[in-house]
């Protein structure tokens, strides 16, 4: 059995759907980061069967956790102070999310203009519906 060693402080992103690690570790920019991330995946899970997991070494500044929620709503973030679980974090969905998904209208301005951000508000927090905040091109999370 593989055995990663816990940490003193950081983050425990956990509950990621097996096979989305990668994906979030690009979004939260985290080979930008300078200290250790371990990437955990297809653990055995008794909930989801498999999953991912994301430890993170101390507190990174500027981390947008909510926007974890836009990748699936199992996921739960832990933190850790002095080796000990201090909180749990159950991330909610963003009112704003800007570049992270990208709208499919063609007509819309996003398309045209290379540089502008593709930003999205949320419309139906219970359909997790999102909306284009140029053209209102709806956008529905999984």
């Known amino acids: 059995m593989l055995n990663i060693s816990g940490l003193d402080s950081g983050y425990v992103i ?3 759907p097996a096979g989305m ?8 920019k985290l080979d930008h980061y300078e200290e ?25 500044e500027n981390l947008n956790l909510d926007l974890l929620s836009i990748f699936s709503d199992s996921i739960t973030i832990n933190v850790i102070q002095n080796g000990i679980i201090t909180k749990k974090i159950k991330p909610e969905l963003p009112s ?11 007509r819309c301005i996003t398309t045209e203009e290379r540089n ?8 139906d927090k219970a359909t997790k519906t999102y909306r284009c905040l140029y ?7 999984h």
């Open 14 to 16: 956990d509950h990621i």
């Open 21 to 28: 690690a990668m994906e979030i570790y690009g979004y939260l």
């Open 36 to 60: 250790s991330v371990a990437i955990i995946q297809n653990a055995k899970s008794t909930k989801m069967g498999k999953k991912d997991i994301i430890k993170i070494e101390k507190i990174p």
């Open 96 to 106: 704003i999310v800007n570049d992270v998904f990208k709208c499919k209208n063609p």
């Open 116 to 123: 502008l951000r593709h930003i999205f508000k949320l419309t």
């Open 135 to 141: 053209c209102e091109q709806a956008y529905k999370l």
